[in-house]
């Protein structure tokens, strides 16, 4: 066996990178910028001074901070794939992909077409976003999204606890409060339109609550924890145990 080292590498074995917004909100199991989250080692890297507000504003002139904080985490840890933990870095999924030259996988957007896939054609796919008022056609676009008129979109903008910890980041998290209020809005989208055929959460805070969701509406759900896995399953390929 020949192993071999990119230059500038300082560690090994952390197989996928992630960019973290410089915020301040307790991460649960479940979060994308939770270690426990993930069955294999992770590495973070914080964007110092990127908010969720410069977030949700998707400057183009962003970028430069995001790559090259994408190219430390391959040339530092060795990753072989990154992500996010704010699927509106979505909008540089495409030129960070072209000049990192490595799997890139920045948004939970980017299962929506293959969702949609998996329906019928008269389904929609109900989209449970941090702010519905910021996430439009460019982002969807930016993201690879073509069927942008089979998603029922809905902000957890204006419900009371979750604004607290995650816009207004008191420091502080009611689990128990904020899954009954994206649990209340699935429930609601469902109400508007049954023809809702799965979920998908946009935000990376929101994974933690994808049971509880899914147990209130009885459908498929989705979330930025969905879309890691299944790039790091072909990552890091492992080889297939059992017996015949």
């Not at 090994?12 to 649960?28: A, K, W």
């Not at 909008?91 to 948004?107: G, I, N, T, Y």
Request: charged share 25%; glycine share 8%; net charge negative.
């Amino acid at each position: 066996m020949i192993y071999r080292i990119e230059k500038g590498q300082v560690s090994m074995g952390e197989p996928v990178g992630i960019l973290l917004l410089d915020t301040s909100v307790p991460f649960v199991p479940g979060d994308v910028a939770n270690a426990t989250t993930w069955n294999f080692p992770v590495r973070f890297k914080k964007l110092r001074g990127f908010s969720v507000e410069r977030a949700l504003k998707r400057d183009p002139s962003n970028y430069e901070q995001v790559l090259k904080a994408a190219r430390e985490l391959k040339e530092e840890a060795g990753v072989r794939g990154i992500t996010s933990d704010c699927g509106f870095l979505g909008l540089f999924q495409k030129p960070l992909a072209q000049d990192l030259e490595m799997p890139v996988f920045l948004s939970s957007l980017m299962q929506a077409d293959l969702l949609l896939n998996m329906l019928g054609e008269d389904q929609k796919i109900g989209v449970i976003t941090v702010d519905s008022s910021s996430l439009d056609d460019g982002l969807l676009k930016a993201v690879g999204v073509r069927q942008i008129d089979r998603l029922f979109i809905a902000g957890l903008q204006q419900k009371k606890n979750f604004h607290a910890f995650a816009l207004a980041e008191i420091g502080e998290l009611d689990f128990k409060a904020v899954s009954q209020e994206v649990v209340e809005v699935a429930l609601e989208m469902l109400r508007q339109d049954r023809s809702i055929g799965a979920f998908l959460l946009e935000c990376s805070l929101l994974p933690p609550y994808a049971a509880s969701v899914q147990q209130a509406v009885g459908k498929p759900v989705f979330d930025f924890t969905t879309l890691v896995n299944f790039a790091f399953s072909g990552i890091q390929r492992r080889e297939f145990t059992g017996f015949v």
